[in-house]
């Protein structure tokens, strides 16, 4: 999916568990493992035997990049058994498509006579399935009766949908179409929270502006105020671009697509780029106000050294976007000062025209750089300051999408 220049497609980045049961739908499949795979997904595909006869395992297995699962055990005389559970337990989601007639009455009746069935036996994550069978089949009453018990067990159904089915009738049972199913994913794997559907661009970590090859300046800003409020919103819904600087953090949550930068310019032109198709702008980066006006192309040797560097100011990442902002969209920044905090952080959310401004002092304990707490004021036009005690940087996190859903 594309929105201008700029992707949206969530990175989903779980671990699935693909079930391809016997029926002509199976060819789909490879389509589902190639959306899967772009999408961040690690795929483990387990086929039923019947399945064999409609797409190659060696098809799923070269796009999934790995091997494909037929057996409980292998029948090459290894005496290796595929594992179930542990298969079942790897999975985020377990997705069955196509779904059969047959292998759907197996699993309402709880019989496991193959991998595929013994892996949704064995499952505790949620399962998805998309019936694919003839007309006939699909309306008849077993079928319905069923899917009624998989659904009080909690299993969910992609489709079928309604077109010309592979006997040449024309009706309900199709399986959905690949994307469909992708697209069903990645609102059961993303969530639906108070900000589901909104875009959320969030820039966190430090900046480095090269001196030399080796050197920077750079800023002790560690990036965990600004995961933090990446992975909440990502919880709450949000489709999240997340703009890091050079930091040690990684994520593990769908619905965060990372684009990793070094200096203020690179972050900039990320930011900028991803801004307009966004809801809410969260700056909450220790952007480097200033960088050196020629950095060198080799190594400055001390001998030579000049003791003096010539610097120039950075652009105001934070103040470009607020001036270019599109109609409706909410602007947050950061502030860290040492003195007169309520003074500088009320005229710095004036002069960068900001709908609400986070103000960090370092003269509170356990607030700022590098610790896992951080005590803040909220500013917004109009209102009055809303001083939060000190608090996980998750409880902030909290705190301030709290302020912004009540402000959207
Ligand atoms: N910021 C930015 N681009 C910069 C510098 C800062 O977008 N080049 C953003 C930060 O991400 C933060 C906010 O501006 O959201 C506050 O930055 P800060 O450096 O505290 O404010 P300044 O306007 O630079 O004011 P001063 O340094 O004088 O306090």
Not at 7 to 31: C, D
Not at 258 to 275: N, Q
Not at 366 to 382: E, Q
Request: proline share 5%.
């Amino acid at each position: 999916m594309e929105r201008g220049n700029v992707p949206v497609s969530t990175v989903l980045n779980r671990n699935i568990l693909l079930g391809v049961s016997g029926g002509i739908a199976a060819y789909k499949a490879a389509f589902i493992v190639r959306e899967l795979v772009k999408a961040g997904c690690q795929v483990q595909v387990v086929m039923t035997p019947a399945a064999h006869d409609f797409v190659t395992p060696l098809t799923l297995a070269t796009l999934s990049k790995r091997p494909v699962l037929t057996d409980l055990f292998e029948r090459d005389g290894s005496g290796k058994w595929n594992d179930h559970v542990h298969l079942a337990r790897w999975a985020d989601l377990m997705l069955i498509a196509p779904a059969t007639a047959n292998t759907i009455a197996k699993m309402a009746q709880g019989i496991c006579d193959n991998l595929l069935l013994a892996c949704y036996q064995s499952s505790t994550c949620p399962v998805v399935i998309a019936p694919a069978m003839d007309l006939e089949m699909w309306k008849e009453v077993t079928t319905s009766t069923n899917i009624e018990r998989l659904h009080a067990r909690g299993v969910g159904t992609i489709g079928p949908g309604s077109g010309e089915l592979a006997s040449g009738l024309n009706g309900e049972g199709r399986m959905s179409e690949p994307e469909e199913i992708l697209e069903h994913l990645r609102t059961l794997l993303v969530g639906k929270g108070p900000l589901q559907g909104r875009r959320v661009l969030i820039s966190a970590g430090p900046t480095q502006e090269a001196i030399d090859p080796v050197r920077y300046i750079g800023n002790r800003s560690t990036g965990k105020m600004g995961f933090a409020l990446a992975e909440e919103a990502a919880l709450r819904g949000a489709h999240v671009q997340l703009v890091a600087g050079p930091v040690q953090l990684t994520l593990d949550r769908p619905g965060i697509v990372r684009t990793d930068v070094g200096t203020a310019e690179e972050m900039a032109s990320a930011c900028k780029a991803l801004a307009k198709d966004c809801d809410v702008v969260i700056m909450s980066a220790a952007v480097a106000d200033m960088r050196p006006k020629r950095p060198a192309k080799d190594k400055i040797k001390k001998a030579t050294a000049d003791l003096v560097l010539d610097l120039e100011p950075t652009e105001d990442i934070l103040s470009s976007l607020s001036a270019s902002r599109p109609a409706g969209q909410l602007v947050v920044g950061f502030a860290l000062e040492t003195t007169d905090e309520l003074a500088h952080g009320t005229a710095k959310l004036q002069r960068k025209k900001l709908d609400l401004l986070v103000l960090n002092s370092l003269q509170d304990t356990g607030a700022g750089f590098g610790h896992d707490t951080n005590k803040v004021t909220l500013l917004a036009p109009g209102k009055d300051p809303q001083e939060l005690p000190l608090m996980s940087k998750v409880e902030v996190a909290r705190a301030i999408l709290d302020r912004i859903e009540a402000q959207l």
